[in-house]
């Protein structure tokens, strides 16, 4: 089983997701989720009401922060996706 990893941005005020590579390294997963977990999940879960009522938007978490990665999407195979494999976090 293969995860894909991939990058969150902020693109004309939405988030923007794009693929950037794929792991099989358990730690890695969890390494690249912890730190999704503990910045814009955070962000997300405890301005949910703000975001609903539009005092707050999701560019104010990209402010200092250009992009996060997230690891959730599990497949079978890459193939023909042009993902490489990422086994170190530098390579992000």
Do not use: C, H, P, W
Request: hydrophobic share 35%; glycine share 10%; charged share 25%.
């Amino acid at each position: 089983m293969k995860t894909i990893i991939s990058k969150i941005e902020l693109g004309d005020n939405i988030l923007k997701y794009t693929d950037v590579g794929y792991t099989t390294d358990v730690d890695l997963i969890n390494q690249i989720n912890e730190g999704y977990d503990s910045s814009l999940g955070i962000f997300l879960g405890g301005n949910r009401t703000k975001l609903e009522l539009g005092t707050l938007s999701i560019g104010d978490f990209f402010t200092n922060t250009s992009f996060i990665n997230e690891a959730r999407i599990q497949v079978d195979s890459v193939e023909d996706t042009g993902l490489t494999e990422i086994t170190k976090i530098s390579q992000l």
